[in-house]
C-alpha cells in the first residue's frame, strides 16, 4: 500500500478525532470555513459558498488521486467541525511528506486543537508510514502560524523567495519548518508535557 492509501484512516485522542473527508462533509466544513480572517495569508481567498465549493471538490479530487488526505478535524469536547488538515506533497521515494492546508475556524484556534491534530499527523507519519522528514511551510509574513509551528517543536529552516502567487498580486516568500525521525521522541515527550491549553468559553 502507499503512504497515502495507508494514511486514509481515523486518528483520534481524548482531544480530537481526524478523518479522511468524505462528500458528505461539505455543510459541516461550509460553516467553520466561511470566515474571510482564516484565509489571509492561504494561497487561495474563500468568500462565497462558490470558493468554498471549489475548494471543497479540489480537496476530494486530491484525495481520490493519491496527491492529498485531507482531514477532516472534530473537536472531541464539543463534537463540533473544526477546520481540516491535509498530508500533502507525499515523496515516498524519498521518505518525506508535508502536513498542510492547514486551516481552523475562528472559534477553534488557541484552544490546542492544532497542537494535537498536528501531534497525531506526526505520529502517523513517523510510526506508520515511516518517514525520515515531515516538512511544513506558512508565508513569512504569518507570524502566528510560525510560531505555531515553533510550539510543536518544529525546526525554522528558511524561506524560499518569491515562492507562489497570492489573491490581490504579492508573491509570497514562504519559510519552511521540519521535524526529522531522529528528533521525534523529543518532540512527541515535549508535545505530550506541555501544559494544557484553557478553552475558550464559547460566545452565546
Not at 506508520?128 to 515531515?134: D, P, W, Y
Not at 512527541?188 to 506541555?194: A, E, F, G
Request: net charge neutral.
Amino acid at each position: 500500500m502507499t503512504w497515502a492509501q495507508i494514511a486514509r484512516t481515523t486518528l483520534e485522542n481524548d482531544h480530537v478525532l481526524l478523518r479522511p473527508i468524505v462528500p458528505e462533509d461539505r455543510e459541516a466544513l461550509r460553516e467553520p470555513a466561511m470566515s474571510p480572517e482564516i484565509w489571509r495569508y492561504f494561497v487561495m481567498l474563500i468568500e462565497t459558498d462558490a470558493e468554498f465549493d471549489a475548494f471543497f471538490d479540489a480537496a476530494l479530487a486530491d484525495q481520490d488521486a493519491g496527491r492529498r488526505v485531507v482531514y477532516h478535524i472534530i473537536d472531541k469536547p464539543t463534537g463540533r467541525t473544526a477546520g481540516s488538515m491535509s498530508f500533502c506533497n507525499i515523496a515516498e521515494a524519498d521518505g518525506r511528506l508535508e502536513i498542510g492546508w492547514s486551516w481552523l475556524g475562528t472559534k477553534f484556534q488557541g484552544q490546542g486543537i492544532n497542537r494535537w491534530a498536528k501531534f497525531l499527523m506526526l505520529e502517523q507519519a513517523f510510526t506508520k508510514l515511516g518517514a525520515e522528514r515531515v516538512e511544513f511551510k506558512t508565508d513569512v509574513l504569518n507570524l502566528q502560524a510560525r510560531q505555531g509551528l515553533r510550539n510543536i517543536g518544529a525546526t525554522e529552516e528558511g524561506t524560499l523567495r518569491s515562492f507562489n502567487p497570492m489573491p490581490g498580486g504579492r508573491r509570497r516568500d514562504a519559510v519552511y519548518y521540519s521535524v526529522l525521525r531522529g528528533e521525534w521522541a523529543e518532540v512527541r515527550k515535549q508535545l505530550l508535557t506541555r501544559p494544557k491549553v484553557t478553552r475558550r468559553p464559547e460566545s452565546a
